[in-house]
């Protein structure tokens, strides 16, 4: 299977505290992007980082990619408990496909 | 930003039914559009990319003759699952691609489509 892992697979936190999650996939990527999605419910674009770039930020978020390793990890600084949804990254194959990881289900408490 | 629809948003079927469920792109034109399948606290799986005008492109373990894919303009695309039994309930979800230019690499995803199959 191409389908990338992250971990961890669920991560709690209190609000404030930052979050981390990290992405490894398998083969040669246009580009990284992660998404969002709140339960039972559709996926939010939150940024995308191409296989060139190493560092990315938006707003609270920062995403990082190294491609001889494979891997990219999204921090969340800063959490609110509206933060609470699992998150994916997904890569851009060559074919133009997105293939998701596993997912990381994050919670912020109040 | 883009806009994808999904309908219907639930569906409650039952078994050996088909069920139909469509993917709008409201504002922008969509040449390809993708289907994935979500089962409940796994990831996204692509079933299938649907080309407007042409035949879709399964993926590998999806059988074509169940999920049949129609992509009859730039702004709709419709899976129909056939027959469906109740290892068919899932979420399913469509994304299309922004169209051309920078923003093309992003995928537009809709709201979803929870089928239970009775």
């Known amino acids: 299977s191409q389908q990338g892992e992250e971990d961890p697979q669920a991560l709690s936190i209190q609000e404030g505290e930052n979050a981390t999650m990290n992405c490894s996939y398998k083969?040669?990527?246009?580009?990284l992007q992660w998404y969002r999605q709140n339960s039972g419910r559709g996926l939010v674009h939150l940024i995308l980082?191409?296989?060139?770039?190493r560092e990315k930020h938006s707003g609270r978020l920062r995403v990082t990619l190294d491609t001889s390793k494979k891997s990219s990890s999204l921090l969340i600084t800063a959490s609110r408990a509206a933060d609470t949804a699992s998150y994916f990254c997904?890569?851009?194959?060559?074919?133009?496909?997105?293939?998701f990881g596993t997912g990381t289900r994050l919670l912020v408490s109040p | 930003g883009a806009v994808v629809s999904q309908h219907p948003s639930r569906v409650i079927c039952k078994s050996g039914t088909s069920v139909k469920i469509e993917c709008r792109s409201l504002?922008?034109?969509?040449?390809?559009m993708f289907w994935y399948r979500q089962f409940p606290k796994q990831s996204l799986m692509l079933m299938a990319t649907?080309?407007?005008?042409?035949?879709?492109?399964?993926e590998q373990g999806v059988e074509k003759d169940k999920f049949l894919i129609n992509h009859a303009s730039l702004t709709l695309s419709t899976l129909t699952v056939t027959s469906a039994h109740p290892e068919d309930s899932s979420f399913y979800i469509c994304?299309?691609?922004?169209?051309?230019?920078?923003?093309?690499?992003?995928?537009?995803f809709g709201p979803g489509t929870r089928l239970l199959v009775l």
């Open positions: 083969t040669s990527i246009n580009n």
């Open positions: 649907s080309n407007e005008g042409s035949k879709a492109t399964y």
């Open positions: 994304s299309a691609r922004a169209p051309t230019g920078q923003g093309r690499e992003t995928q537009y």
């Open positions: 997904a890569t851009d194959l060559l074919s133009q496909k997105l293939v």
């Open positions: 504002d922008f034109q969509a040449t390809t």
């Open positions: 980082i191409r296989s060139n770039e």
